[in-house]
């Protein structure tokens, strides 16, 4: 595994800013979120504001430091790109899901068949599991 880390900067420098960096990234996200959301027309968002200000927060936050000082910074930008959407896993999949689309609409049949199927299924394990 290669380290992302600059050969200047040691190993438990490089770890603790990842951290901190990472908790300041949440601290941002944690009060920016609700307010972006409420202006754009989600204005019961804001209840989320007191869990924010409290032992949730507060636990979240620490939760991200300690997960940034862990796994470095490189898959830290990774998770948090996920969560943003930048990340490229988004557009793959959104690939992926025209690649789908597009087969279902050619087989519609086989669409309905496997969907059924696959709904037998799941309806199969769970009353055999609850038996």
Do not use: Q
């Amino acid at each position: 595994m290669t380290d992302d880390r600059p050969p200047e900067v040691r190993w438990l420098h490089y770890r603790l800013a990842v951290a901190f960096c990472s908790a300041f990234v949440a601290c941002v996200m944690l009060l920016l979120v609700p307010l972006i959301l409420a202006i754009a027309g989600l204005p019961e968002v804001v209840v989320i504001y007191p869990f924010v200000f409290s032992k949730w927060g507060v636990a979240a936050i620490l939760s991200v430091a300690t997960l940034g000082f862990v796994v470095g910074g490189e898959r830290m930008a990774n998770f948090f790109a996920i969560i943003w959407g930048t990340h490229r896993f988004w557009s793959e999949l959104e690939e992926w899901l025209y690649e789908v689309g597009d087969w279902l609409d050619e087989h519609k049949t086989v669409a309905g068949f496997l969907a059924v199927a696959f709904s037998l299924l799941v309806v199969g394990v769970f009353w055999y599991s609850f038996r």
